[in-house]
Nanobody, 128 residues
Framework: QVQLVESGGGLVQAGGSVNLSCTAS????????MGWFRQAPGKEREFVCG????????YYADVVKGRFTISRDDAKNTVYVQMDNLRPEDTAVYYC?????????????????????WGQGTQVTVSS
C-alpha cells in the first residue's frame, strides 16, 4: 500500500522558516516527479512547487519563487521543501504528491489532476 506522510508543519512567525518533509512508503518513486500543493481555508488547492525525477528541474509557483526550495533524497524516498521568509498568506495545509509517469512538463507539474498519490497534509500557520 502506497503511503505519503508529510511532517514538519507548525506555527511560525512571519519571516521565519519551516522545512517540510514527505516520505513515501510502499514503493519507490525515484523515477517520478514529485510536487507540493497547499490549500487554505475556503480556497482551492494550489500548486507550490515540484521537482523532476532526476532532481535537476525544480518548478515553483510565482508566489513562492525565491523563498521556497524543493529537493529530494531518493535514498530516503523523501522530498523536502525549505520555506523561508514566510508570510501570513502562506498559511495552509501543505500536501505532497506523486506525479503520474506520463507527465513531465512545467505545466503538468502545476495541475493537481496529474498526480496519482497524495499525502494527508501538514498544517503550516504563519502569524503576523
Amino acid at each position: 500500500q502506497v503511503q505519503l506522510v508529510e511532517s514538519g508543519g507548525g506555527l511560525v512567525q512571519a519571516g521565519g522558516s519551516v522545512n517540510l518533509s514527505c516520505t513515501a512508503s510502499g514503493r519507490t518513486f525515484s523515477r517520478y516527479g514529485m510536487g507540493w500543493f497547499r490549500q487554505a481555508p475556503g480556497k482551492e488547492r494550489e500548486f507550490v512547487c515540484g521537482i523532476s525525477w532526476t532532481g535537476r528541474m525544480p518548478y515553483y509557483a510565482d508566489v513562492v519563487k525565491g523563498r521556497f526550495t524543493i529537493s529530494r533524497d531518493d535514498a530516503k524516498n523523501t522530498v523536502y521543501v525549505q520555506m523561508d521568509n514566510l508570510r501570513p498568506e502562506d498559511t495552509a495545509v501543505y500536501y505532497c504528491a506523486v506525479l503520474g509517469e506520463r507527465y513531465w512538463s512545467a505545466t503538468d507539474y502545476s495541475d493537481p489532476k496529474f498526480y496519482h498519490y497524495w499525502g494527508q497534509g501538514t498544517q503550516v500557520t504563519v502569524s503576523s
